[in-house]
């Protein structure tokens, strides 16, 4: 008995010592299919729905580098005038034909009673429904995420991996992370919805920007998740944009082949990137990025405004008025109070877009109607010299580092809008409403501290030379100055450059 319990003991010991080694071998086995196991979830985790994805997710992972900031560039090399001088009152030596502002081409706001504008609507109401019929019942389901973009309302639909998704580690296999759990998931069906509105909205680039940061900052709290997603939706939208880190933040960097003043900026293949978070905020140090473009997007973004963008109606009505010899004159119009809040998030492109952009037409249909009351049956010169005085006096002159705190260029409806203005906001505005009404030639005048305007008209006084051309000064800024009267201390100087309106 005794000897079969050594016995037994024997063989438990033995057991024992075989048991350890089977667990330890299983165990190491079962550590080999693991991760083998977790490598098989993260790649069936990661089914990339565009085969650039997997190839750049893969290029994120490689050595990244820091790349030096370079001070955005500012717009004058000298200050603007803080005071404007006056000139004294005199009248011009009437020229040209007389005026008739004509209003023809200029669609006028449709009259509710009127039976075919009531017939044409309710065909259009008709039409609507049966579209929103066909349409899939999916659709009509309220959306996830519902935002005012200007005054109309937004919405999409947000997939589970995109609301999870999240910048974790803060370095780079953190942004490499996100891109994957974001690229893996249902994000086509918002970049389609994403492109309906910006074609519904007649967005711009800069509107597309607005739309995608307003959107990625309703889906996340936390910035840089909101940046990163926003980097990848300007990828699949085209847009040549890069992320970096700077003290383990996100930087969200756009290409732009035009000059963004006052806007840090880095350079990656000779080509310009940047960060527009940072607009007239002053610069952000290095950054550690990489050097290619997610394939195939490399467009830039493209600040100009050619046409103006679908926002929802807000009007209002205002009344500018001046003192002409010693009689005041009023004219009153209409402007959209979405499309002064839409522009008014501009940075500060070129000025070939601000002096280009159009002007809402009901916002130029009311102020042309009301010049023409006064311009109508004057002398060409004279007409054009009551629209220059019109500018010169319905608002006071203030630099935009008093009135905003940096520098900005309004357009033409903004400077109408501010009860002040300085003188590149004139200069636009007069350009607008001269070349519109009168149908002439006109640039703007760009000196090292000032901006002006010059028109191509067979007037005396004061010129520019472009080529055999001999263009007539005509100063907004410069208060009672006629057209052919420069301001004092930019008399005979030639300017840095003209900017030819092409509108």
């Known amino acids: 008995m005794r000897q079969n319990r050594v016995g037994e003991q024997k063989f438990y010991k033995l057991f024992g010592h075989f048991s350890l080694a089977l667990l330890i071998g299983s165990s190491s086995v079962y550590a080999q299919s693991f991760e083998d196991f977790k490598r098989s979830q993260a790649e069936s985790f990661h089914k990339f729905k565009d085969e650039r994805d997997s190839a750049f997710s893969k290029y994120l992972k490689q050595q990244w580098k820091a790349y030096n900031v370079e001070f955005g560039k500012e717009r004058y090399e ?4 803080t005071i404007i001088p006056k000139a004294q009152e005199s009248k011009i030596k009437s020229v040209g034909p007389k005026v ?55 919405g999409f639909d947000i997939a589970y991996k995109i609301k999870n998704a999240n910048f974790y580690p803060q370095n780079q296999n953190g942004i490499t992370s996100f891109f994957s759990n974001v690229a893996s998931s249902e994000y086509e069906e918002l970049i389609r919805e994403l492109k309906r509105v910006k074609k519904a909205q007649n967005l711009n680039d800069w509107g597309v920007y607005l739309l995608v940061l307003k959107l990625s900052n309703e889906i996340y709290r936390d910035s840089d998740n909101a940046k990163l997603f926003s980097w990848f939706v300007f990828n699949k939208l085209g847009y040549a944009v890069k992320v970096g880190l700077v003290d383990k933040h996100i930087v969200l960097m756009f290409y732009s082949k035009k000059t963004i003043y006052s806007t840090p900026n880095y350079s990656f293949h000779k080509k310009k990137y940047y960060v527009l978070s940072h607009y007239a905020k002053g610069n952000i140090g290095r950054v550690f990025s990489y050097r290619q473009d997610y394939p195939g997007s490399t467009k830039p973004l493209d600040l100009s405004l050619e046409s103006l963008p679908y926002l929802k109606k807000d009007m209002k009505t205002k009344t500018l008025s001046f003192k002409e010899y010693g009689k005041t004159y009023r004219i009153k119009y209409q402007y959209n109070q979405n499309l002064i809040d839409f522009m008014g998030t501009y940075p500060q492109a070129d000025y070939e877009t601000f002096f280009n952009a159009p002007m809402e037409n009901t916002t130029y249909r009311s102020i042309a109607k009301d010049l023409k009351h006064y311009l109508d049956g004057k002398q060409m010169g004279d007409a054009m010299n009551f629209v220059l005085h019109f500018v010169q006096k319905s608002f006071k002159y203030s630099k935009d580092e008093v009135q905003f705190n940096r520098e900005k260029v309004m357009f033409a409806e903004e400077t109408l809008y501010y009860k002040r203005s300085d003188c590149e906001d004139r200069a636009i505005l007069f350009s607008y409403l001269i070349k519109k009404l009168f149908s002439i030639n006109v640039y703007g005048v760009h000196y090292k501290g000032h901006m002006a305007t010059a028109l191509y008209v067979p007037m005396k006084g004061d010129f520019i030379r472009l080529g055999n051309k001999k263009l007539v000064v005509a100063d907004p800024t410069y208060i009672n100055s006629n057209i052919g009267q420069a301001m004092p201390q930019y008399r005979g100087k030639q300017p840095q450059n003209l900017i030819k309106i092409q509108r």
Request: hydrophobic share 30%; proline share 8%; net charge positive.
């Open 100 to 154: 008739n502002i004509s209003l023809k081409n200029i669609k006028p706001a449709p009259i509710e009673d009127d039976k075919k504008v009531v017939l044409e609507k309710r065909d259009k109401l008709e039409k609507i429904k049966e579209s929103v019929k066909k349409e899939n019942v999916a659709k009509t389901v309220p959306k996830d995420i519902t935002f005012d973009f200007y005054g109309t309302q937004v």
């Open 78 to 81: 000298k200050p603007k005038p």
